[in-house]
């Protein structure tokens, strides 16, 4: 075969290769920031049931204290993130709760609110970046906080039952003739 046409043919096939890469990119504007480590966790970068630094029981308050899931997470309706209390709130109870004073749980939220320090809670549900949610339209929906967090009254510590991935979201999203337009979850 003739030599330039070989070099021809190569060139073609390199800048259609980088023509290519540049138009999936503008696509996915998302994904430009290329991190490796990233890629490969994302998916799971984390245990369902990390270790925390206090064990809280959710059972005990919920279920048998009754205290309703928004005098903790009281942003849930109002923003971005759901929130979790501060030590002094947890303190404005356990102050006077005299039943558990002792207990080595106990003990560790009375050296945090000494030192002044906030207790480094582990995220449990954790969507990378790249995805919009908030809770209040799925709330404002009439979802339940069962629908995707499991039946948190009843779990020692919470876990996750979602594995939060797109496929999850558009699932329900389908059933329930909710937004499937990518620019709806992307930015
Ligand atoms: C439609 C599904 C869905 C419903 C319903 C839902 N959540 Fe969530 N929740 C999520 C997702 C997804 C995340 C992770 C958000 C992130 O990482 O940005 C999350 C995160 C959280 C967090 C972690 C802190 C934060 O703000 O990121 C708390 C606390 C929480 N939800 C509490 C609740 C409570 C309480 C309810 C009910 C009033 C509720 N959720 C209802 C899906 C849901
Ligand atoms: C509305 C009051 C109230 C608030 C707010 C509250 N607690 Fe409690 N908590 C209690 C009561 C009451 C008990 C004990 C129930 C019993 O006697 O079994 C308890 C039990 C516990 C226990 C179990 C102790 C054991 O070993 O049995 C832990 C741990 C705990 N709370 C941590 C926290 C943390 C951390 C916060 C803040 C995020 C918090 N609590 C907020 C009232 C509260
Ligand atoms: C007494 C306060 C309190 C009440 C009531 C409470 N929570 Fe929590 N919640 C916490 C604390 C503290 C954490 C962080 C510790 C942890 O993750 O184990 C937390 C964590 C969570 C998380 C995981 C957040 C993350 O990191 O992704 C979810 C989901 C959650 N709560 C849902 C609920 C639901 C649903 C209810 C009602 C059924 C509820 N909570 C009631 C204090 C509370
Ligand atoms: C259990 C069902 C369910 C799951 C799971 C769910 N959603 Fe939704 N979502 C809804 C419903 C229902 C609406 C529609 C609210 C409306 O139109 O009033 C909605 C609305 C939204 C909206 C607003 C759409 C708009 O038109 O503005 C966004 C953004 C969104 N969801 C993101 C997510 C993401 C991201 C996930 C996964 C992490 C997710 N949702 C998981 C049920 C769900
Ligand atoms: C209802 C919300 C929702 C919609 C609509 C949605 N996505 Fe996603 N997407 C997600 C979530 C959540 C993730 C993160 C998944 C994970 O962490 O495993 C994701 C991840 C991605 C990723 C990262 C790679 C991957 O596959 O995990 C790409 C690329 C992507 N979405 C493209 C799209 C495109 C293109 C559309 C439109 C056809 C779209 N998404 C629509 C929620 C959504």
Known sequence: MNPILIRFAIFIFVS????????????????????FWKAVFYKNPYPEKPPQPIIFPHNIHV?????????????????????VPSVSECMGCHKYVESVKDRPEIKKLF????????????????LPDFVRFTHRMHINAGLDCSNCHGDVSSMDTVHRVAPLSMDWCLSCHRQSQASTECQVCHY
């Open 111 to 126: 050296q945090y609110y000494e030192e002044g320090k906030n207790i480094p809670w582990v995220k449990v549900h954790n």
């Open 63 to 83: 279920k048998n204290l009754g205290i309703d899931c928004r005098f903790c997470h009281y942003y849930v309706e109002k923003s971005k993130y759901a929130g």
């Open 16 to 35: 259609s290769i980088f023509v290519g890469g540049l138009l999936a990119v503008q696509q996915f504007p998302q994904v430009r920031e290329f991190d």
